[in-house]
T-cell receptor, first 111, second 114 residues
Framework: RKEVEQDPGPFNVPEGATVAFNCTYSNSASQSFFWYRQDCRKEPKLLMSVYSSGNEDGRFTAQLNRASQYISLLIRDSKLSDSATYLCVVNEGHTGNQFYFGTGTSLTVIP | DGGITQSPKYLFRKEGQNVTLSCEQNLNHDAMYWYRQDPGQGLRLIYYSQIVNDFQKGDIAEGYSVSREKKESFPLTVTSAQKNPTAFYLC?????????????FGEGSRLTVL
């Protein structure tokens, strides 16, 4: 079983749409959670950390459900520039401080 | 500016040759990581290091070697024993504590074996 699982998509949505991605993780002791954005042939860049209380940054909202072990990312009013692959990343926080990556969800915003 | 520098950005290698990818960070981070990414796939951990002079194998360490002689440097050698080395290699660092566990990435090195 994979540590972190995401629906690979692709998600193709029109501009202005709202789109949501989910991610599940297997280790209930995981400590830190993140969403990264990766553009084609580039390195991943942090989009936002995910906190237990949920957090919002402009059009982006991230939520964590520890009981069900899933993380979500909501993008409102999609822009063409939001087209990218979104990676769910989980850190166990134990010795080794390892990060576990989902395979990513591909989003294309269509004019 | 603080960050992670990887070099070279593009590298071509003949079969049977070893190559070394450089990774330098000036973020004063304790932990450093090497990942491999293949087209359409997620990141896979090759090696990581939590402290100078110590490193651990990741999920796909075979055919690779690393060193951590200085806090700011974590070079990766792709040896001739690596059967399918063509890939995008990403170096990353983090402060090393769970509470500040964000990963910072370099721009990556794209290796092609001819």
């Amino acid at each position: 079983r994979k540590e972190v699982e995401q629906d690979p998509g692709p998600f193709n949505v029109p501009e202005g749409a709202t789109v949501a991605f989910n991610c599940t993780y297997s280790n209930s002791a995981s400590q830190s959670f993140f969403w990264y954005r990766q553009d084609c042939r580039k390195e991943p860049k942090l989009l936002m950390s995910v906190y237990s209380s949920g957090n919002e940054d402009g059009r982006f909202t991230a939520q964590l459900n520890r009981a069900s072990q899933y993380i979500s990312l909501l993008i409102r009013d999609s822009k063409l520039s939001d087209s990218a692959t979104y990676l769910c990343v989980v850190n166990e926080g134990h010795t080794g401080n390892q990060f576990y990556f989902g395979t990513g969800t591909s989003l294309t915003v269509i004019p | 500016d603080g960050g992670i520098t990887q070099s070279p950005k593009y590298l071509f290698r003949k079969e049977g040759q070893n190559v070394t990818l450089s990774c330098e960070q000036n973020l004063n981070h304790d932990a450093m990581y090497w990942y491999r990414q293949d087209p359409g796939q997620g990141l896979r951990l090759i090696y990581y290091s939590q402290i100078v002079n110590d490193f651990q194998k990741g999920d796909i360490a075979e055919g690779y070697s690393v060193s951590r002689e200085k806090k700011e440097s974590f070079p990766l050698t792709v040896t001739s024993a690596q059967k399918n080395p063509t890939a995008f290699y990403l170096c990353a660092s983090s402060p090393g504590t769970p509470e500040a566990g964000e990963l910072f990435f370099g721009e990556g090195s794209r290796l092609t074996v001819l």
